[in-house]
């Protein structure tokens, strides 16, 4: 098939549209390069444009004859929506909408969409299932949700097929230490603990350490992006007109911040200074993903089970590349 990977410069996406082209599809990537990195795109595959931009949406999806689309493009910093809530209803909203109309005018009816875990707010039962609640408690979750809604709309009315990627917690680099995760400024855990391994950082600043968890800090999900990417790969396969599926994407084990601290000082055999911080605004307790629909629906299942092996392709990243993508 001919896929449009938007923000296949990105973290997630760049994988997915690696294991995409290696699977024999024709891809093109997408990306304004605001959060994603020209050395992540493949060669020679990179449109570098906007998503509000819709005459080259089409152009594209007209001229590279695209039969589907997998739409990465989006902000997705719970704290940073918070914050600037604005940027997310015009990137995450607006972009998406003006994406799915380029698609519908041009007769594209096909999208893989990455939704989140946060659509979900502070959820009450773990592992949380998909008919859960969804009450967003940021702006981010919210911004996904209303996407997800959009779909099915789009879905019923005009025969749009789409599947509804949830993520949980993406960490991990690929294997060979190619693609790996590069965000600036940094935020996330995994990568900011392996900063202060290489002792680019001081010490991990641990954000909350009162939650109602066994040793108190926030319990998340935390799911291998070759495994994300692989999802996307068997949801393609599984997209039928008129009809959308939503799925959770998580490894349904749970680890606090302290356990990935404890995970990164084994992988890396290095002293991780570690010191008490606040709580961030908009983080729930406890995220752990039931992911068996997507087991029974696509037959997805996470190759990556064990932490420590998560961490170890991210260290291998992370210490080739100290500099992330401009380290190449
Ligand atoms: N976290 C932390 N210190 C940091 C960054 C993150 O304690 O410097 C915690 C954060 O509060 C959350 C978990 O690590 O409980 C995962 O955060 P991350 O930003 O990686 O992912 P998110 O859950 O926001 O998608």
């Not at 604005?86 to 972009?95: E, F, Q, S, T």
């Not at 989140?116 to 969804?134: F, H, L, N, Q």
Request: proline share 5%.
């Amino acid at each position: 098939m001919n896929i449009l990977v938007t923000g296949g410069a990105g973290y997630v996406g760049s994988h997915a549209a690696r294991l995409l082209d290696r699977a024999g599809h024709e891809v093109w990537i997408y990306d304004n390069l605001s959060q994603g990195h020209r050395e992540a795109a493949l060669p020679g595959r990179l449109v570098e444009a906007s998503l509000t931009d819709g005459e080259e949406l089409r152009s594209v999806l007209r001229g590279r004859r695209i039969d589907a689309v997998m739409h990465f493009a989006a902000n997705a910093l719970v704290g940073e929506s918070v914050l600037d809530p604005a940027k997310y209803y015009r990137n995450n909203v607006i972009g998406t909408l003006s994406l799915l109309e380029a698609m519908r005018d041009t007769e594209v009816h096909r999208i893989v969409f990455s939704s989140t875990t946060a659509v979900y707010g502070a959820p009450e039962r773990i592992p949380i299932v998909e008919d859960e609640p969804k009450q967003p408690i940021s702006p981010y979750g919210f911004t996904k949700l209303i996407m997800e809604r959009v779909l099915e709309d789009y879905a019923r009315a005009y025969g749009f097929g789409f599947a509804a990627l949830r993520y949980f917690n993406a960490a991990g680099a690929t294997p060979d230490g190619d693609l790996g995760e590069d965000h600036d400024p940094e935020t996330h855990l995994v990568p900011l603990v392996l900063q202060t391994a290489l002792g680019q950082r001081e010490a991990i600043t641990i954000f909350g350490e009162d939650y109602p968890t066994p040793d108190g800090t926030c319990i998340r999900d935390y799911v291998h992006v070759d495994d994300l990417a692989d999802a996307h790969l068997k949801a393609l396969g599984c997209l039928r007109s008129g009809e959308g599926i939503q799925l959770n994407l998580g490894t349904g084990r749970g680890h606090s911040v302290r356990e990935i601290i404890e995970s990164c000082r084994r992988v890396t055999g290095r002293p991780i200074p570690e010191r008490s911080g606040e709580r961030r605004e908009g983080d729930p307790p406890k995220l752990v993903a039931d992911a068996s629909r997507a087991k029974s629906l696509l037959g997805w299942a996470p190759r990556y089970t064990q932490l420590d092996d998560i961490v170890a392709t991210a260290w291998k990243w992370h210490e080739s590349h100290p500099n992330g993508y401009a380290s190449n």
